[in-house]
């Protein structure tokens, strides 16, 4: 790749898009105390101060605050989205489409089915975007986050939840993103593509490829 000497200057270079995502999922509040986001208040000044620092995209997994974990309630999924937008109103809202992954308390994780994760189409008011997996396959998070020091005083210690993280395999085959995708389509929400595998590529190439054939 060859670049000139006035390649660096701001003027020459192509827009750039940070995406913020500062909800954490994957850990618990007692993971890192006061540094994960819980209250409604904190949740929504922390997509506040991603703007002030240059994010462009904000990727929003909702905590229950009282509970601490994930929630998989719609509603509080707008209430969140409303929050944020008034606070944030030049930002893209992206909801994170794993909502459904996210266990209850004593529960093992588990996607849900494929009704209950269409209705995240009907999260009101709309976010921008919501994140859709093409391909059925393992997303083995332990790759992209090696179990090190950063790990040590958390949840992660536990053999057990690594093992569940290393194995977690991801259920979306052609009945899940295809209908997913329309949907989202038809309520006004851009699907974004999440791949966790070079196979994801491919799908979503060839469904550009046949993009003109759709709403036939």
Same mark, same amino acid.
């Given at each position: 790749?060859?670049?000139?000497?006035?390649?660096?200057?701001?003027?020459?270079?192509?827009?750039?898009?940070?995406?913020?995502?500062?909800?954490?999922?994957?850990?618990?509040?007692?993971?890192?105390?006061?540094?994960?986001?819980?209250?409604?208040?904190?949740?929504?000044?922390?997509?506040?101060?991603?703007?002030?620092?240059?994010?462009?995209?904000?990727?929003?997994?909702?905590?229950?605050?009282?509970?601490?974990?994930?929630?998989?309630? %719609?509603?509080?999924?707008? *209430?969140?989205?409303?929050?944020? $937008?008034?606070?944030? &109103?030049? +930002? /893209?809202?992206?909801?994170?489409?794993?909502?459904?992954?996210?266990?209850?308390?004593?529960?093992?994780?588990?996607?849900?089915?494929?009704?209950?994760?269409?209705?995240?189409?009907?999260?009101?008011?709309?976010?921008?975007?919501?994140?859709?997996?093409?391909?059925?396959?393992?997303?083995?998070?332990?790759? %992209?986050?090696?179990?090190? *020091?950063?790990?040590?005083?958390? $949840?992660?210690?536990? &053999?057990? +939840? /690594?093992?569940?993280?290393?194995?977690?395999?991801?259920?979306?085959?052609?009945?899940?993103?295809?209908?997913?995708?329309?949907?989202?389509?038809?309520?006004?929400?851009?699907?974004?593509?999440?791949?966790?595998?070079?196979?994801?590529?491919?799908?979503?190439?060839?469904?550009?490829?046949?993009?003109?054939?759709?709403?036939?």
């Amino acid at each position: 790749m060859y670049f000139t000497d006035d390649s660096l200057l701001p003027e020459n270079q192509a827009p750039l898009m940070i995406t913020a995502a500062p909800y954490g999922p994957m850990w618990m509040p007692d993971d890192f105390p006061g540094q994960v986001p819980l209250t409604w208040e904190e949740q929504t000044q922390i997509a506040v101060d991603c703007y002030n620092a240059g994010a462009t995209l904000l990727h929003i997994h909702v905590r229950d605050p009282k509970t601490g974990h994930i929630s998989k309630n %719609l509603r509080e999924y707008g *209430d969140q989205v409303a929050r944020v $937008r008034k606070a944030v &109103p030049k +930002m /893209i809202l992206q909801v994170g489409g794993s909502i459904s992954f996210a266990p209850e308390p004593g529960e093992e994780a588990k996607w849900g089915s494929y009704d209950a994760r269409h209705k995240l189409a009907e999260i009101d008011p709309k976010p921008d975007q919501v994140t859709i997996l093409c391909g059925s396959g393992l997303w083995d998070l332990t790759a %992209l986050h090696p179990v090190d *020091d950063a790990f040590q005083g958390t $949840r992660f210690e536990n &053999p057990v +939840m /690594i093992h569940a993280m290393a194995n977690m395999v991801a259920d979306s085959t052609p009945d899940f993103y295809l209908e997913n995708i329309k949907r989202m389509v038809q309520h006004g929400i851009q699907p974004y593509f999440a791949l966790g595998h070079v196979h994801g590529l491919e799908i979503v190439e060839r469904l550009i490829a046949r993009v003109t054939t759709w709403g036939r």
